[in-house]
């Protein structure tokens, strides 16, 4: 499961990238994000699975919004703008928003480790944007950068949101749940704003890039992932977002021909490496925070 998800959520990257060539990224977000919460609902439905109740919807339609209204769909328009890979890499670093809002609400302090994965972190987007330096006198490709770093910021809010809001609820099915309520919005958002094309003129690469998208990306990665993190440390499942960079960038230099040279693959092994130790110092704080309330219970 965790292989899989690795490289399929690598690939979806590119097949954005493929797939908002011929139509509106948030058009394509909202047809992808309509599939695959209809497949999910339809198989839950079909199995008897009951749907939230009350309050129980709560963390549902808030997710929606941060992991797929925001996140994927934001992350889905600035492939229209940026690489694949650049995407990737840009999302690969949410870890590191997770711990600027940590500080920010005085949840945790830095240690050594921590201040020395921000410095690679931050050392690493030097040199990968540092052969984009004429790229950022292009308007589109800062809007870009801009969409997916907001993207990226989605995603750790949504993550730290799930783990304070977690619910007895059916967490696959509410996966569903939350991409048909996001495919909903969006789809309202592509009408308001004319950012639409007729469906008739959607072209093959783009339908084949959102059946792509919807099924490996949304269902069977979905899957996966929920799967890796029920059946695996959390710690070992987060590997997958050091992996999803380097599967994006390598097909899309292979399908796209996207410009791949040594600033940006140096600059991604130095970023990941501080993400890396930033995860270490959390996941080190975790442990032991676990370990002194263990004992404290035993004591009692």
Same mark, same amino acid.
């Given at each position: 499961?965790?292989?899989?998800?690795? %490289?399929?959520? #690598?690939?979806?990257?590119?097949?954005?990238?493929?797939?908002?060539?011929?139509?509106?990224?948030?058009?394509?977000?909202?047809?992808?994000?309509?599939?695959?919460?209809?497949? !999910?609902?339809?198989?839950?439905?079909?199995?008897?699975?009951?749907?939230?109740?009350?309050?129980?919807?709560?963390?549902?339609?808030?997710?929606?919004?941060?992991?797929?209204?925001?996140?994927?769909?934001?992350?889905?328009?600035?492939?229209? $703008?940026?690489?694949?890979?650049?995407?990737? +890499?840009?999302?690969?670093?949410?870890?590191?928003?997770?711990?600027?809002?940590?500080?920010?609400?005085?949840?945790?302090?830095? #240690?050594?480790?921590?201040?020395?994965?921000?410095?690679?972190? %931050?050392?690493?987007?030097?040199?990968?944007?540092? @052969? =984009?330096?004429?790229?950022?006198?292009?308007? @589109?490709?800062?809007?870009? +950068?801009?969409?997916?770093?907001? #993207?990226?910021?989605?995603?750790?809010?949504?993550? *730290? !949101?799930?783990?304070?809001?977690?619910?007895?609820?059916?967490?696959?099915?509410?996966?569903?749940?939350?991409?048909?309520?996001?495919?909903?919005?969006?789809?309202?958002?592509?009408?308001?704003?004319?950012?639409?094309?007729?469906?008739?003129?959607?072209?093959?690469?783009?339908?084949?890039?959102?059946? $792509?998208?919807?099924?490996?990306?949304?269902?069977?990665?979905?899957?996966?992932?929920? $799967?890796?993190?029920? =059946? *695996?440390?959390?710690?070992?499942?987060?590997? !997958?977002? !050091? +992996?999803?960079?380097?599967?994006?960038?390598?097909?899309?230099?292979?399908?796209?021909?996207?410009?791949?040279?040594?600033?940006?693959?140096?600059?991604?092994?130095?970023?990941?490496?501080?993400? $890396?130790?930033?995860?270490?110092?959390?996941?080190?704080?975790?442990?032991?925070?676990?370990?002194?309330? @263990?004992?404290?219970?035993?004591?009692?």
């Amino acid at each position: 499961a965790l292989a899989a998800v690795s %490289f399929l959520w #690598g690939t979806t990257w590119v097949a954005s990238k493929a797939g908002v060539k011929g139509m509106p990224a948030l058009q394509l977000a909202s047809i992808r994000q309509l599939i695959g919460g209809f497949i !999910y609902i339809l198989y839950f439905s079909a199995k008897g699975t009951r749907f939230p109740k009350g309050k129980q919807w709560w963390p549902v339609i808030i997710l929606s919004l941060l992991n797929f209204f925001l996140s994927n769909g934001l992350s889905t328009w600035g492939v229209k $703008y940026i690489s694949s890979g650049l995407g990737a +890499i840009i999302g690969a670093v949410f870890p590191l928003w997770l711990v600027v809002i940590a500080l920010i609400t005085g949840s945790s302090k830095l #240690g050594a480790k921590s201040i020395i994965g921000f410095l690679l972190g %931050f050392a690493g987007i030097c040199i990968i944007f540092y @052969d =984009h330096l004429q790229d950022f006198f292009n308007a @589109d490709f800062r809007f870009g +950068i801009i969409l997916s770093v907001t #993207g990226s910021l989605a995603w750790a809010f949504a993550t *730290l !949101y799930t783990k304070k809001q977690a619910t007895a609820f059916n967490p696959y099915f509410s996966i569903g749940l939350q991409m048909m309520i996001s495919g909903i919005l969006t789809t309202g958002v592509t009408r308001i704003t004319g950012l639409h094309i007729p469906m008739a003129a959607i072209p093959l690469e783009s339908w084949l890039s959102i059946a $792509y998208l919807a099924i490996a990306g949304s269902v069977l990665a979905f899957m996966a992932y929920l $799967y890796a993190l029920q =059946h *695996l440390p959390t710690e070992q499942v987060t590997i !997958y977002a !050091y +992996i999803n960079p380097i599967v994006a960038i390598l097909i899309g230099s292979w399908l796209f021909e996207e410009k791949l040279n040594s600033f940006i693959i140096a600059g991604g092994l130095v970023a990941l490496a501080g993400v $890396y130790l930033v995860n270490e110092e959390f996941r080190k704080k975790k442990t032991e925070a676990n370990y002194e309330s @263990d004992q404290a219970v035993a004591s009692q």
